[in-house]
């Protein structure tokens, strides 16, 4: 069964240092999603991407952030300058259209200390 | 801005036991709606989904959640559960007015005891 694909698992970095999170998402899906969960809190979205652009993003989802789909197969999360409260467990997900059930990766846990 | 409640945080029962877990949700309009699992150490999997048609929607593994739009609810069922299905179970909605945005609950986190 097709996977989304998240690396690393896991990141630990230096608060005000730049991360970027890496998916790649099923081949044939159009829509592109972030989601983040903070330990012991509800998983949150944070944007979704389609046709190479923003289509929506939440308002968590501020300046520090940014996302890019470079070369048709991945797609990215980056953090500019990291806070430690960056710190959570980010989720990649893509879907074939924009309302069906998403597909989820296994998330990458960022450690910010 | 909608938001999902689930209201059982933590649920624990013996392998063969009913289980029913809930989710309402506060949105007034059209809404699709999810339920989504997470094995211990995995990643979100898709349970079942509801669009539109019949409201009681049978999904994987013998689970099935019944929409009951006068009570906006949207609660996960399975007749016998088994010590397998321990795991934290999430609600989701997108709303008709949301894009392609999902809202999540808290989450239930199930134990099923052998």
Redesign the interface.
Not at chain 1, 41 to 45: L, M
Not at chain 1, 98 to 107: I, K, L, N, P, R
């Given at each position: 069964e097709p996977e989304?694909t998240q690396t690393p698992s896991h990141q630990v970095t230096q608060m005000g240092q730049e991360v970027i999170l890496r998916c790649v998402p099923i081949s044939n899906h159009l829509?592109f999603?972030w989601?983040r969960q903070i330990l012991g809190?509800?998983?949150?979205?944070l944007v979704?991407f389609?046709n190479n652009e923003i289509?929506?993003k939440?308002e968590i989802f501020d300046d520090q952030f940014s996302v890019e789909r470079p070369d048709g197969s991945n797609f990215t999360l980056k953090i500019r300058s990291t806070k430690l409260e960056d710190s959570a467990m980010y989720?990649c997900?893509s879907?074939p259209q924009?309302?069906?059930?998403?597909?989820?990766?296994?998330?990458t846990r960022l450690t910010v200390v | 801005a909608q938001s999902v409640s689930q209201h059982n945080h933590h649920v624990i029962l013996s392998e063969a036991a009913s289980l029913e877990l809930g989710c309402n949700y506060s949105y007034g309009g059209t809404v699709n709606l999810f339920w989504y699992v997470q094995y211990p150490g995995q990643h979100l999997q898709l349970l079942l989904k509801y669009f539109s048609g019949d409201p009681l929607v049978k999904g994987i593994k013998g689970f099935e959640a019944e929409f009951i739009k006068s009570k906006f609810s949207f609660n996960l069922r399975k007749p016998s559960v088994q010590w397998s299905d321990t795991a934290e179970y999430f609600c989701a909605v997108n709303a008709g007015n949301a894009g392609n945005m999902l809202t999540f609950g808290g989450g239930t986190r199930l134990m099923v005891k052998p």
């Open positions: 989304v829509y999603y989601y809190q509800k998983v949150e979205f979704s389609y289509s929506e939440s989720f997900a879907s924009g309302d069906y059930g998403y597909t989820f990766g296994s998330g | -």
